[in-house]
């Protein structure tokens, strides 16, 4: 009997109205008030219409008694600090209601016997993340399902007028949001703390409220493309508070909690509740950025957000269609619990709300047996006919990881021989055989994130390069000592000799290394340490690598390798990808490839990937557009121009930029906004003829006067947001061999690469892969030979 009414008494105690304390300094407790009040007006949830004007006269008056006495009845929860800073907290007399989908502001009474100023934090067992394992390469075994039961989303609301810690006053009041993605009644555990252990003993620095929770109103979404076609839109909704809609630790597929932004068909259905909203619109870099104010009323029912989409540039009406070849539905940034990944039906959201033609979702260690079911020989079978999904590979997370990831597309089959379908038999530690067995499925074959790897430590690479000059061991070396080793020099040796004496030391080769290491091209070999392009010299002497990917890490790497290995005379081409979500969560197509197909009536992905392979084709961020490049009547991706002897070609093409990138461009490539833009035409990797162009979104036509030497590729770029790939002209029929420092940069990256590499490679591979790279070696030093 005595426990029962002790329980009686607790339970009076915690629903009881919060005591009046009067003895607190009434200007600061007025001022405070004050700010509250409007902040409250701030968030759209202003006191009644009766309270409003009792507690501005208190105000006025810095009545403590009359403050308390008005705003009390309005408390959802007082939170009690006592002189040891222990807290509890009661329930107050408010109602209970909250707002599905929207952030509702409760008031907080907090009663400091303490003085302490110091953050008030909230939270709950129903709030946090729906989602888990971001980042893990497998399903944790403890995972918890229930995870996705997590509705609630608390915060303490302390932008201005409020304040991020308390005041120290004995009476003061806190305002909180809290957020629910369910509706109806749902109960919520509230806890308050002031930092680590500081909540009371015995459960009383939380308090279950059982929550009445309106219902919010599904606005449906109308997108129309240019023409007038429904289409699929990307979306940011945020309120003036700045919160973003749906909240991103509530999203589950298809939208993704490391994005502001949504992805919506036409049809399509968001829930918001009542309230102003910013809304930003879009589909990707090729079109026109917009923002609207949308209101959504309350107690209308289902409403609806019409939108019409404008584009800038429509690569299309060129006959050229966009790609992000390597995209993850799994793994990095996704989520493991609790599905491991995503799948096809949002992958191909995201690929159409970008306005990419072509999406190659490849599939890679984390979450491998999920996420390879969804391989098959041909793309997934609801891609329309101008956005393709197809699911390939990339190599990555297991296999031949220590050599290059590489990314292999259109294959037939996804299992390499003796891997029994698992990621962790059979694969071979390093890449070339990768790409033969991808070569001879019908494939089309890369490097991916091409940069990591290829960086250059300056102290590192000098003394690599000095031992091997230095044989004699003097601490110098000579002309004479240079032109007989297989390594380049960073510059002519004149250069490198800075105080002409004719000899170099090693300061002076380190000043050498330092000056050209950022320069493109440049001849300091890299350290060979990273998942980038490692393999690329060996793979492309020997006629199985397609492609070097670019448009997602640092520019001068990327293309100084693939600049060298097109001076040897190799058929490399470059492509764009974003290796979403990995390197870069923001959106797929970040980086992206254009490939000319000429005017179809949809995208054949064999033809596509065949394009990648040919060249007909640039790289771009999206905001800069070359097309027609071609030279002496060669269209790119077209072949080779044949001249007999050294002569004048003219080159032309249409270029196209946007000065303004609202969606931000591609990683290692930012551009500030400007309104113009410098097209420099490359050959054999230097600069020769400049134009500037106005970047108005307006197509600018371009045109050059080459007189050619000797057989040598030129291309367009526009550094460091587009590059077209080469169009070789011949001369007389003699290969390209533009450069002997080439050649042996290669040579020095592959002996880097195996001096560091070379453990990497399973022992019994390891005869064979160095049987693979002195053939690659030969093909490098008869090159050097032939080279003028």
């Not at 599904?218 to 493309?225: A, E, H, K």
């Not at 299992?415 to 990768?434: D, F």
């Amino acid at each position: 009997m005595l426990w029962s009414m002790n329980a009686l008494l607790c339970l009076l105690l915690v629903t009881s109205a919060p005591d009046i304390i009067q003895d607190v300094e009434p200007q600061p407790l007025s001022a405070q008030v004050e700010r509250l009040v409007q902040a409250l007006d701030f968030l759209g949830k202003p006191l009644d219409a009766a309270s409003k004007p009792k507690i501005l006269k208190a105000i006025t008056d810095r009545n403590v008694v009359a403050l308390q006495e008005t705003l009390d009845p309005h408390a959802l929860l007082v939170v009690n600090i006592n002189p040891e800073a222990r807290v509890k907290v009661a329930r107050g007399p408010a109602s209970a209601v909250l707002q599905q989908s929207g952030y509702t502001p409760v008031l907080i009474k907090v009663v400091n016997e303490s003085t302490v100023k110091k953050p008030l934090r909230i939270s709950s067992p129903q709030a946090g993340t729906v989602y888990s394992g971001a980042g893990r390469n497998e399903r944790a075994h403890d995972a918890d399902a229930k995870i996705v039961q997590r509705f609630a989303e608390l915060e303490m609301y302390t932008a201005p007028p409020m304040t991020a810690e308390l005041s120290g006053l004995k009476v003061e009041y806190a305002l909180a949001l809290i957020y629910s993605s369910e509706a109806g009644k749902r109960e919520i555990t509230i806890s308050f703390d002031i930092g680590q252990g500081t909540q009371d003993l015995g459960f009383r620095a939380e308090v279950p409220v059982l929550f009445d929770i309106k219902p919010a109103v599904p606005v449906s979404i109308r997108v129309s493309d240019v023409d007038g076609s429904p289409t699929v839109g990307r979306f940011t909704f945020k309120d003036k508070q700045g919160h973003i809609y749906p909240p991103q630790a509530k999203r589950l597929r298809p939208d993704l909690f490391f994005q502001q932004q949504i992805y919506r068909a036409d049809g399509g259905t968001v829930l918001l509740p009542p309230g102003e909203f910013r809304v930003e619109y879009g589909r990707g870099p090729e079109y026109d950025l917009k923002t609207m104010n949308f209101t959504v009323k309350a107690d209308q029912g289902k409403q609806e957000l019409a939108v019409k989409l404008s584009r800038w540039i429509n690569p299309v009406d060129f006959g050229y269609y966009s790609g992000d070849h390597h995209i993850h539905a799994a793994g990095c940034a996704h989520y493991t619990n609790p599905t491991e990944g995503i799948f096809p039906e949002d992958m191909f959201l995201h690929v159409k709300g970008e306005a990419l033609n072509v999406g190659c979702c490849l599939t890679w260690g984390p979450c491998y047996n999920f996420q390879r079911r969804f391989f098959a020989s041909e793309p997934w079978k609801k891609s329309e006919p101008f956005t393709v999904l197809k699911y390939d590979v990339e190599v990555s997370g297991f296999g031949s990881q220590a050599m290059g990831h590489v990314c292999l597309l259109n294959l037939k089959d996804q299992t390499y021989p003796g891997s029994e379908g698992t990621k962790t038999r059979g694969w071979p530690t390093w890449t070339t055989p990768l790409m033969r067995w991808a070569k001879a499925q019908g494939g089309v074959t890369g490097y991916a994130h091409s940069a990591n790897g290829l960086g250059v430590h300056t102290e590192k690479s000098t003394r690599r390069l000095m031992q091997l000059l230095d044989q004699k061991k003097q601490g110098y070396f000579t002309k004479a000592d240079a032109s007989s080793v297989r390594w380049p020099l960073p510059e002519a040796f004149e250069k490198v000799d800075a105080d002409g004496d004719g000899q170099v030391i090693e300061r002076e080769l380190m000043q050498s290394t330092r000056r050209t290491s950022t320069q493109l091209p440049n001849l300091v070999i890299p350290e060979m340490n990273g998942i980038g392009a490692q393999e690329i010299c060996v793979t492309t002497s020997l006629g199985v690598c397609d492609f070097i990917s670019a448009m997602d890490t640092e520019r001068v790497p990327e293309w100084n390798c693939w600049y060298h290995l097109l001076n040897c005379g190799f058929p490399l081409k470059v492509s764009g990808e974003t290796d979403f979500p990995c390197i870069s969560g923001g959106r797929v197509g970040q980086g992206r490839v254009y490939v000319n197909l000429g005017k179809v009536s949809s995208v054949n992905f064999a033809d596509w990937c065949q394009g990648i392979a040919k060249g007909q084709s640039y790289v771009s961020d999206g905001y800069a557009h070359a097309f027609d490049f071609e030279l002496g009547g060669v269209a790119l991706g077209e072949g080779e121009k044949h001249i007999a002897f050294p002569g004048i070609v003219h080159g032309k093409a249409k270029v196209a930029f946007q000065g303004d990138m609202p969606l931000g461009t591609a990683v290692g490539g930012r551009v500030a906004k400007s309104s113009e833009r410098t097209v420099e035409l490359i050959e054999n990797g230097q600069v020769i003829a400049k134009h500037v162009v106005p970047a108005d979104g307006k197509v600018h036509d371009v045109a050059f006067d080459i007189p050619v030497k000797m057989s040598s590729w030129y291309a367009l770029r526009c550094y460091p947001q587009l590059h077209t790939n080469p169009i070789n002209v011949i001369v007389g029929k003699k290969p390209i061999r533009a450069s002997k420092e080439s050649a042996k940069w290669c040579i020095g990256v592959i002996e880097q690469l195996w001096a560091v590499r070379e453990k990497d490679i399973r022992e019994e591979e390891r005869p064979a892969a160095r049987k693979a790279f002195d053939e690659a070696l030969a093909i490098y030093h008869k090159i050097v030979a032939e080279a003028e």
